[in-house]
């Protein structure tokens, strides 16, 4: 068949006849006269770009795509211990029937006379994880825990107008870069990052909290659980620390933690932010992430937001519900570089599946969820750390991860991992390329999908792995 | 009934179904899922588990809905069909944004492979081979497209891949201690992340306002260039359809005081394989792969900015860079002069791969044709739409001279002859079972503005119908301005009472905030 | 009920066609009748007019007999409270001055006329410059220097309406400019800032300030805010007139003149409100910063209200020392023509010619063309 009479499915005017037609409504007698005078000769590409050969067919795309993706091993035919802000959970089907409907998949950004049910799908993200932090506002979702993270930090900076963060040395490496890099200027940074000292399980050192805070602080960051899965049992008293230097106290969390743990605000956040990936996502290779930030009611806070916020209106029938845009003028589509930041599409699917999740989580199931884990996470540490030579380094309570170090066996977390991965097992973040000081140590993620037997299954063979 | 035979037009009635928001279907009590329990043997070696939390153990429940499975299903489902998708319309309306059919065979991949699914990101590359695989082979791809030299992923969104470029640029100088250079220079047609992005990176955005050509004269540009000029980053063609055929200019005379220069591509899909970023002499660009590359846009996201550079500038790219050793794909981190992470992992994969099958589909020809449809359309919807009344055509230079894929139209003449502006239209135009039309950025440059790209999804039965209803929406404005105010009529809502809230008193984003606002008690 | 002032001065503009430049005056006016000059005014009055009809029961007018404002209203379908007198086929700028004072103590909420910049300037003597009262033209003068006016008949009837129905309406002070008209007959154009009025306009049109968080004052300030932090020291700065170079005297926390010209060195005043030779003793042969704004509705930055900064000023300070500040409106406004120079030496206008950083906020700068007509 001549190439040049292929009719592609997804063009439809491709149609040869059709194209005719059209050409003579316009006035041309070739598609390529519409460039002409438009794009100037010397910039049009006169050479041919050299793709590969195409696969036309559906059935020939889905089998080379599946192909390439049943090279990769997964969390279904392996047992995954890898955590590190991207931890799997139980997936309710209604998620993926929710995220999968055409309707939601393929939106953007009608208004809501048209697109009305997005618009309430969004308000009830926010309102529900409002619940669940303990806050009142919440905008339309960010790219990840990263920049959501980091946005909190500039919105601090805004509010106080001071230069200086206090980070965790010990705090998400993903996040760090990220940060470092939102927060840096030109000529220089003009919110300098500065870290405190943490424990072995990633607990801050308060002293050094003490001896770095100043009225230079725009704001306190911390993880909670950290990055190396503690509890910061001290929450409340660096959450002080914060408030008598006038700064903000911005804490991090993963919200499928906030059915048991407490909720910053109730130790004295004033900002709340973190990735809500763990709320009804799958892995999905590091794609499904979703980031938030939430704070009080109060206009210092509600006006620094980034990211579009939906408020709850009326219409002009009586008692129907409708929507609008809440002060625009804070996004870039509304005022440019005047904007607070900048203002993109990011996530909505995955915000209106966490929403989907908590609903139907309820406040039993996030216990629950939260219960499990912390079982499952204390059992797997406790089995582990009486294997010879494995060292569980746990400060004290932990959620869902733990830091566990393998000096005294001899191996490195890569040797190790890669055993592993004979026994179909994912096993923990190795640690020693971001934390050289922490030597051979991995961080564990057990969560409410890691029954008993999975959980023996790994002592059984990091116990096989070690003492070899 | 079907479509009426003559006027082509559809009784249509959106789904309305007056739903509560979701606290007000609680029922204590009742349960949308049960989550797993720990083992017997688990319980009796740890205890409760949550003790251990001490002071941190959460002391009142989060005060989020009780719902059983089926009504939480029903209400999810009927707020999925009181939103209209590119799925469910014509969806030419939304402007700037490219709205493509999605084809399923990618959608059900992504969402169904347990090769992407149940991937961790930070598995050993050995045991991802396939995802490295299609990244690396997606960079190839974009390199031919584009004419640069690397590209990179990891941008979760066209606004965060032109703050990826700011941050480039920044790192550049700053790697030669070049600190003085502080400005960026963009035109007011280009999206407004183009000015917004540098802002936050740090920098002082120059804006250029546009002639009556439609796009700034080189004079200005010229008299906006210094030796503190950091950058140049902007759209072409810009959000108005029209190419700035003098862009090669801009960008020799930026790089003449020694500025980089980064083209953002959203508006890509008017010249796939026709013109390069290379030809026009930019250092760095991005595409949307969510608009350019027919990955939906999921109520906005999640979504991938591809950030593609010449050589130069690789050393200051995000990490990892996946690499490829002529038998396994690795991933590199060690780019010391790297600007980090403007987003975690490896971006959204997901995007990528249905980038990635969409391309294959279509092959170089396909990609060009794609593009030649995408211009003939919007030129054939633009014959149509200038013979509507009260439809004016700003920078309109007559008889053969076109537009690529877009335009953006003004309701300048219908609102001075009617008093009805694109608000009012807009407002009627879902009541055809067409999505509300995007208007424009602000400031709005264009009065009455309204922006249409119909692209190559759209077959011309599609652009014909699209083309009469806002004939007919026109007639009404004329002859029956009743209609207009009361629209929309069909609808799942009405006129919303304030659809920009400014006024602290009315804000309630959030319900918890709406009961407090209104005075109820949760 | 809402009371609505209207005024027409029934010989605004009866000049122009005629190519009389203005109809100030008896003679004038005599003149453009003998030369077939027919009313214009009353006819754009009724326009704007009948697109407030639609309040009529909500809304009382309060006009003057006649072609002053009473015969435009009955044609619209109004039945107006008349207050005043007149004498038919002969008023004059008085009478507009009488019918302000008539219209405020009669309890006004706004003024809508229908002239040129006469009587805009009628109209504010008559109102003095602490008034709040909002006033919007109906443009139909010769002369539309002021910035005053709705952009057409239709625009300034439905901005009316909505302020009258307490919509959302945005309140600006626009300046009211008025020239010299015996000189603008002989081709000199010397026109005087005389003050500014509160004129409402339809926020769907403001569109690049759009929320609370952004208000235009903020905007103003962040203008100011701009300059300031970009001064030099041991340099002679001269602001303009205007309420947006007033900021930046407000930010200074100096004596300032709305009107007029002020001078400042390293922050400090030098001296306020200064004519023309005072300024050019203190710039002589010293480094000079020009900073001024657009003014009136056609965006002058010189020429127009800003006289006392002459050619010899400028020169003494160069091109390269003047600063433009204006708002994204005031350019979107007047886009795509130019800003105007206008400085009474044909070389200067033309050296002054061509693109000028113009600041627009906080770190905001946009590049836009000055240029001669």
Same mark, same amino acid.
């Given at each position: 068949?001549?190439?040049?009479?292929? !009719?592609?499915?997804?063009?439809?005017?491709?149609?040869?006849?059709?194209? /005719?037609?059209?050409?003579? !409504?316009?006035?041309?007698?070739?598609?390529?006269?519409?460039?002409?005078?438009?794009?100037?000769?010397?910039?049009?590409?006169?050479?041919?770009?050299?793709?590969?050969?195409?696969?036309?067919?559906?059935?020939?795309?889905?089998?080379?795509?599946?192909?390439?993706?049943?090279?990769?091993?997964?969390?279904?035919?392996?047992?995954?211990?890898?955590?590190?802000?991207?931890?799997?959970?139980?997936?309710?089907?209604?998620?993926?029937?929710?995220?999968?409907?055409?309707?939601?998949?393929?939106?953007? !950004?009608?208004?809501?006379?048209?697109?009305?049910?997005?618009?309430?799908?969004?308000?009830?993200?926010?309102?529900?994880?409002?619940?669940?932090?303990?806050?009142?506002?919440?905008?339309?979702?960010?790219?990840?825990?990263?920049?959501?993270?980091?946005?909190?930090?500039?919105?601090?900076?805004?509010?106080?107008?001071?230069?200086?963060?206090?980070?965790?040395?010990?705090?998400?490496?993903?996040?760090?870069?990220?940060?470092?890099?939102?927060?840096?200027?030109?000529?220089?940074?003009?919110?300098?990052?500065?870290?405190?000292?943490?424990?072995?399980?990633?607990?801050?050192?308060?002293?050094?909290?003490?001896?770095?805070?100043?009225?230079?602080?725009?704001?306190?960051?911390?993880?909670?659980?950290?990055?190396?899965?503690?509890?910061?049992?001290?929450?409340?008293?660096?959450?002080?620390?914060?408030?008598?230097?006038?700064?903000?106290?911005?804490?991090?969390?993963?919200?499928?933690?906030?059915?048991?743990?407490?909720?910053?605000?109730?130790?004295?956040?004033?900002?709340?932010?973190?990735?809500?990936?763990?709320?009804?996502?799958?892995?999905?290779?590091?794609?499904?992430?979703?980031?938030?930030?939430?704070?009080?009611?109060?206009?210092?806070?509600?006006?620094?937001?980034?990211?579009?916020?939906?408020?709850?209106?009326?219409?002009?029938?009586?008692?129907?519900?409708?929507?609008?845009?809440?002060?625009?003028?804070?996004?870039?589509?509304?005022?440019?570089?005047?904007?607070?930041?900048?203002?993109?599409?990011?996530?909505?699917?995955?915000?209106?599946? /966490?929403?989907?999740?908590?609903?139907?989580?309820?406040?039993?199931?996030?216990?629950?969820?939260?219960?499990?884990?912390?079982?499952?996470?204390?059992?797997?540490?406790?089995?582990?750390?009486?294997?010879?030579?494995?060292?569980?380094?746990?400060?004290?309570?932990?959620?869902?991860?733990? $830091?566990?170090?393998?000096?005294?066996?001899?191996?490195?977390?890569?040797?190790?991992?890669?055993?592993?991965?004979?026994?179909?097992?994912?096993?923990?973040?190795?640690?020693?390329?971001?934390?050289? /000081?922490?030597?051979?140590?991995?961080?564990?993620? $057990?969560?409410?999908?890691?029954?008993?037997?999975?959980?023996?299954?790994?002592?059984?063979?990091?116990?096989?792995?070690?003492?070899? | 009934?079907?479509?009426?035979?003559?006027?082509?037009?559809?009784?249509?009635?959106?789904?309305?179904?007056?739903? @509560?928001?979701?606290?007000?279907?609680?029922?204590?009590?009742?349960?949308?899922?049960?989550?797993?329990?720990?083992?017997?043997?688990?319980?009796?070696?740890?205890?409760?588990?949550?003790?251990?939390?001490?002071?941190?153990?959460?002391?009142?429940?989060?005060?989020?809905? @009780?719902?059983?499975?089926?009504?939480?299903?029903?209400?999810?489902?009927?707020?999925?069909?009181?939103?209209?998708?590119?799925?469910?319309?014509?969806?030419?309306?939304?402007?700037?944004?490219?709205?493509?059919?999605?084809?399923?065979?990618?959608?059900?991949?992504?969402?169904?492979?347990?090769?992407?699914?149940?991937?961790?990101?930070?598995?050993?590359?050995?045991?991802?081979?396939?995802?490295?695989?299609?990244?690396?082979?997606?960079?190839?791809?974009?390199?031919?497209?584009?004419?640069?030299?690397?590209?990179?992923?990891?941008?979760?969104?066209?606004?965060?891949?032109?703050?990826?470029?700011?941050?480039?640029?920044?790192?550049?100088?700053?790697?030669?201690?070049?600190?003085?250079?502080?400005?960026?220079?963009?035109?007011?047609?280009?999206?407004?992340?183009?000015?917004? =992005?540098?802002?936050?990176?740090?920098?002082?955005?120059?804006?250029?306002?546009?002639?009556?050509?439609?796009?700034?004269?080189?004079?200005?540009?010229?008299?906006?260039?210094?030796?503190?000029?950091?950058?140049?980053?902007?759209?072409?063609?810009?959000?108005?359809?029209?190419?700035?055929?003098?862009?090669?200019?801009?960008?020799?005379?930026?790089?003449?005081?020694?500025?980089?220069?980064?083209?953002?591509?959203?508006?890509?899909?008017?010249?796939?394989?026709?013109?390069?970023?290379?030809?026009?002499?930019?250092?760095?660009?991005?595409?949307?792969?969510?608009?350019?590359?027919?990955?939906?846009?999921?109520?906005?996201?999640?979504?991938?900015?591809?950030?593609?550079?010449?050589?130069?500038?690789?050393?200051?790219?995000?990490?990892?860079?996946?690499?490829?050793?002529?038998?396994?794909?690795?991933?590199?981190?060690?780019?010391?002069?790297?600007?980090?992470? =403007?987003?975690?992992?490896?971006?959204?994969?997901?995007?990528?791969?249905?980038?990635?099958?969409?391309?294959?589909?279509?092959?170089?020809?396909?990609?060009?044709?794609?593009?030649?449809?995408?211009?003939?359309?919007?030129?054939?919807?633009?014959?149509?739409?200038?013979?509507?009344?009260?439809?004016?055509?700003?920078?309109?230079?007559?008889?053969?001279?076109?537009?690529?894929?877009?335009?953006?139209?003004?309701?300048?003449?219908?609102?001075?002859?009617?008093?009805?502006?694109?608000?009012?239209?807009?407002?009627?135009?879902?009541?055809?079972?067409?999505?509300?039309?995007?208007?424009?950025?602000?400031?709005?440059?264009?009065?009455?503005?309204?922006?249409?790209?119909?692209?190559?999804?759209?077959?011309?039965?599609?652009?014909?119908?699209?083309?009469?209803?806002?004939?007919?929406?026109?007639?009404?404005?004329?002859?029956?301005?009743?209609?207009?105010?009361?629209?929309?009529?069909?609808?799942?809502?009405?006129?919303?009472?304030?659809?920009?809230?400014?006024?602290?008193?009315?804000?309630?984003?959030?319900?918890?905030?709406?009961?407090?606002?209104?005075?109820?008690?949760? | 009920?809402?009371?609505?002032?209207?005024? *027409?001065?029934?010989?605004?503009?009866?000049?122009?066609?005629?190519?009389?430049?203005?109809?100030?005056?008896?003679?004038?006016?005599?003149?453009?009748?003998?030369?077939?000059?027919?009313?214009?005014?009353?006819?754009?009055?009724?326009?704007?007019?009948?697109?407030?009809?639609?309040?009529?029961?909500?809304?009382?007018?309060?006009?003057?007999?006649?072609?002053?404002?009473?015969?435009?209203?009955?044609?619209?379908?109004?039945?107006?409270?008349?207050?005043?007198?007149?004498?038919?086929?002969?008023?004059?700028?008085?009478?507009?001055?009488?019918?302000?004072?008539?219209? *405020?103590?009669?309890?006004?909420?706004?003024?809508?006329?229908?002239?040129?910049?006469?009587?805009?300037?009628?109209?504010?003597?008559?109102?003095?410059?602490?008034?709040? #009262?909002?006033?919007?033209?109906?443009?139909?003068?010769?002369? #539309?220097?002021?910035?005053?006016?709705?952009?057409?008949?239709?625009?300034?009837?439905?901005?009316?309406?909505?302020?009258?129905?307490?919509?959302?309406?945005?309140?600006?002070?626009?300046?009211?400019?008025?020239?010299?008209?015996?000189?603008?007959?002989?081709?000199?154009?010397?026109?005087?800032?005389?003050?500014?009025?509160?004129?409402?306009?339809?926020?769907?049109?403001?569109?690049?300030?759009?929320?609370?968080?952004?208000?235009?004052?903020?905007?103003?300030?962040?203008?100011?805010?701009?300059?300031?932090?970009?001064?030099?020291?041991?340099?002679?700065?001269?602001?303009?007139?205007?309420?947006?170079?007033?900021?930046?005297?407000?930010?200074?926390?100096?004596?300032?003149?709305?009107?007029?010209?002020?001078?400042?060195?390293?922050?400090?005043?030098?001296?306020?409100?200064?004519?023309?030779?005072?300024?050019?003793?203190?710039?002589?042969?010293?480094?000079?910063?020009?900073?001024?704004?657009?003014?009136?509705?056609?965006?002058?930055?010189?020429?127009?209200?800003?006289?006392?900064?002459?050619?010899?000023?400028?020169?003494?300070?160069?091109?390269?020392?003047?600063?433009?500040?204006?708002?994204?409106?005031?350019?979107?406004?007047?886009?795509?023509?130019?800003?105007?120079?206008?400085?009474?030496?044909?070389?200067?206008?033309?050296?002054?010619?061509?693109?000028?950083? #113009?600041?627009?906020?906080?770190?905001?700068?946009?590049?836009?063309?000055?240029?001669?007509?």
């Amino acid at each position: 068949m001549n190439k040049k009479q292929i !009719v592609y499915p997804y063009i439809p005017n491709s149609v040869p006849e059709v194209k /005719a037609e059209m050409m003579k !409504v316009i006035g041309i007698n070739d598609p390529m006269e519409l460039y002409e005078r438009e794009i100037p000769e010397e910039l049009r590409f006169k050479g041919e770009m050299q793709l590969p050969e195409p696969i036309y067919d559906e059935y020939s795309i889905k089998r080379h795509t599946e192909e390439l993706l049943g090279k990769n091993k997964n969390a279904q035919d392996h047992l995954c211990f890898l955590g590190a802000g991207c931890a799997p959970h139980f997936v309710p089907a209604l998620c993926d029937e929710v995220n999968g409907r055409g309707e939601f998949l393929t939106a953007y !950004v009608g208004e809501s006379i048209a697109d009305h049910g997005k618009w309430q799908a969004l308000f009830e993200y926010t309102s529900l994880m409002a619940e669940l932090c303990d806050m009142d506002i919440l905008s339309i979702p960010m790219y990840d825990g990263g920049t959501a993270a980091s946005s909190s930090v500039r919105m601090a900076n805004r509010i106080n107008g001071r230069g200086t963060v206090l980070v965790p040395e010990k705090m998400n490496p993903e996040n760090m870069l990220i940060m470092k890099n939102y927060t840096n200027s030109m000529p220089e940074p003009d919110i300098k990052m500065v870290t405190i000292k943490c424990d072995g399980a990633g607990l801050i050192d308060l002293d050094d909290l003490r001896s770095k805070i100043s009225s230079d602080v725009c704001a306190v960051f911390i993880e909670n659980p950290t990055y190396l899965g503690s509890v910061e049992v001290n929450a409340e008293a660096i959450g002080k620390i914060a408030k008598k230097a006038g700064a903000e106290y911005i804490v991090y969390v993963d919200p499928i933690s906030l059915g048991v743990m407490e909720a910053p605000a109730n130790y004295g956040a004033t900002i709340t932010c973190g990735d809500f990936h763990s709320l009804g996502m799958h892995l999905g290779a590091g794609g499904c992430q979703g980031g938030f930030i939430a704070t009080y009611d109060d206009m210092k806070y509600i006006s620094e937001f980034k990211d579009l916020m939906y408020g709850l209106s009326e219409t002009s029938v009586e008692g129907e519900y409708g929507f609008g845009e809440v002060l625009y003028g804070r996004t870039s589509y509304g005022s440019r570089d005047k904007a607070n930041e900048f203002t993109g599409t990011s996530t909505g699917l995955w915000a209106i599946t /966490a929403g989907v999740y908590l609903a139907t989580m309820g406040p039993q199931g996030m216990e629950e969820v939260g219960t499990t884990i912390m079982q499952r996470s204390q059992y797997a540490a406790q089995k582990i750390s009486a294997l010879p030579g494995v060292e569980v380094k746990t400060g004290g309570p932990f959620f869902q991860e733990f $830091v566990v170090n393998f000096d005294m066996t001899g191996k490195t977390v890569a040797e190790i991992n890669k055993a592993l991965l004979g026994y179909k097992i994912f096993g923990g973040k190795d640690l020693s390329l971001d934390f050289p /000081a922490m030597g051979q140590s991995a961080l564990y993620c $057990v969560t409410e999908i890691h029954t008993q037997q999975d959980i023996d299954k790994l002592v059984y063979a990091l116990n096989g792995v070690v003492s070899c | 009934m079907s479509r009426d035979r003559y006027s082509r037009f559809r009784k249509f009635h959106q789904a309305k179904w007056d739903e @509560e928001i979701i606290f007000e279907l609680s029922v204590p009590g009742e349960r949308g899922v049960l989550v797993p329990k720990a083992e017997k043997e688990v319980a009796a070696a740890v205890g409760d588990g949550v003790s251990a939390l001490a002071g941190l153990k959460r002391k009142k429940a989060p005060a989020l809905p @009780e719902i059983s499975q089926m009504r939480l299903n029903r209400h999810y489902l009927r707020l999925s069909q009181e939103t209209m998708g590119t799925d469910v319309n014509i969806d030419i309306s939304q402007g700037t944004c490219t709205m493509k059919y999605s084809p399923k065979v990618q959608e059900h991949m992504a969402a169904r492979h347990p090769g992407i699914t149940e991937v961790h990101p930070l598995q050993d590359p050995e045991t991802m081979q396939g995802i490295l695989e299609i990244i690396y082979k997606t960079e190839q791809i974009m390199k031919e497209i584009s004419g640069l030299d690397y590209f990179s992923f990891q941008p979760g969104g066209g606004a965060q891949a032109v703050y990826t470029n700011a941050s480039i640029i920044r790192a550049y100088h700053q790697s030669r201690g070049d600190l003085k250079r502080d400005e960026i220079i963009t035109t007011m047609f280009s999206h407004p992340c183009d000015a917004a =992005t540098p802002n936050t990176a740090g920098f002082k955005v120059i804006t250029l306002m546009p002639d009556e050509n439609g796009f700034p004269p080189i004079e200005a540009f010229k008299a906006a260039l210094s030796e503190r000029t950091a950058g140049i980053m902007i759209t072409n063609p810009e959000d108005t359809g029209i190419y700035n055929p003098r862009i090669k200019e801009y960008v020799d005379a930026a790089h003449a005081v020694g500025a980089l220069c980064s083209y953002d591509q959203a508006n890509a899909n008017a010249f796939l394989g026709i013109a390069r970023a290379h030809e026009a002499g930019f250092d760095m660009c991005h595409f949307n792969m969510h608009k350019t590359f027919s990955a939906p846009h999921g109520c906005m996201g999640p979504a991938t900015g591809a950030v593609g550079y010449r050589e130069f500038l690789r050393p200051f790219m995000p990490v990892p860079r996946v690499e490829f050793d002529g038998s396994r794909y690795y991933l590199d981190y060690n780019c010391p002069q790297s600007i980090g992470k =403007t987003r975690s992992f490896l971006g959204n994969f997901g995007v990528v791969l249905k980038s990635y099958m969409w391309i294959m589909q279509h092959g170089a020809e396909g990609l060009k044709e794609a593009a030649i449809c995408s211009v003939l359309n919007n030129n054939y919807m633009m014959q149509k739409l200038k013979k509507v009344p009260g439809v004016v055509m700003y920078y309109d230079f007559g008889v053969g001279k076109n537009r690529l894929e877009q335009v953006r139209w003004s309701w300048e003449k219908l609102q001075q002859d009617t008093g009805f502006g694109t608000t009012d239209v807009n407002m009627r135009l879902s009541d055809f079972g067409i999505q509300h039309y995007w208007t424009s950025h602000h400031p709005w440059v264009v009065p009455e503005p309204f922006t249409l790209e119909p692209c190559e999804s759209y077959s011309k039965d599609d652009l014909d119908e699209y083309c009469g209803v806002l004939a007919e929406i026109s007639r009404e404005c004329y002859e029956e301005p009743e209609v207009i105010k009361g629209a929309p009529h069909n609808g799942p809502t009405h006129r919303v009472k304030h659809m920009e809230i400014d006024d602290e008193e009315l804000i309630a984003v959030t319900w918890r905030q709406y009961l407090k606002k209104k005075g109820l008690k949760k | 009920m809402k009371k609505l002032g209207v005024i *027409v001065n029934p010989v605004a503009g009866m000049g122009g066609r005629v190519g009389l430049k203005g109809s100030d005056g008896d003679e004038i006016q005599k003149k453009a009748r003998e030369l077939g000059a027919k009313p214009e005014s009353p006819l754009r009055a009724i326009e704007a007019l009948k697109v407030i009809a639609r309040l009529k029961d909500q809304v009382e007018i309060i006009a003057y007999p006649h072609e002053m404002g009473a015969d435009e209203a009955r044609e619209a379908g109004f039945d107006p409270r008349i207050v005043g007198s007149i004498s038919s086929g002969a008023t004059s700028p008085e009478d507009t001055v009488r019918a302000v004072h008539d219209m *405020v103590a009669a309890g006004a909420d706004m003024i809508l006329f229908a002239g040129g910049d006469g009587t805009a300037r009628n109209i504010y003597t008559a109102l003095g410059s602490g008034s709040d #009262i909002p006033v919007l033209g109906i443009p139909a003068g010769v002369k #539309i220097h002021s910035a005053v006016y709705a952009v057409n008949p239709r625009s300034a009837g439905e901005v009316t309406a909505l302020f009258l129905e307490g919509k959302a309406v945005n309140i600006r002070e626009a300046e009211v400019m008025d020239i010299d008209e015996e000189a603008f007959r002989e081709g000199r154009v010397s026109a005087q800032l005389y003050g500014y009025l509160n004129v409402p306009e339809n926020k769907k049109y403001v569109q690049s300030v759009k929320s609370g968080t952004r208000s235009e004052q903020a905007e103003i300030q962040g203008m100011a805010a701009e300059i300031v932090a970009n001064m030099k020291d041991d340099v002679i700065y001269v602001i303009g007139p205007g309420t947006t170079t007033r900021s930046i005297m407000q930010r200074l926390e100096l004596p300032y003149t709305l009107l007029g010209v002020d001078v400042v060195l390293n922050k400090q005043i030098l001296a306020n409100d200064v004519n023309e030779q005072q300024l050019y003793d203190l710039v002589k042969g010293k480094k000079v910063h020009i900073v001024v704004t657009a003014i009136g509705g056609q965006g002058h930055i010189f020429g127009r209200g800003n006289q006392q900064i002459s050619p010899r000023i400028i020169r003494a300070a160069g091109k390269e020392n003047i600063t433009v500040v204006a708002s994204r409106d005031k350019l979107t406004s007047i886009m795509p023509r130019p800003l105007l120079v206008d400085t009474g030496d044909p070389e200067l206008d033309r050296e002054l010619s061509g693109y000028y950083r #113009i600041v627009a906020g906080w770190q905001d700068i946009l590049i836009y063309k000055a240029g001669l007509e």
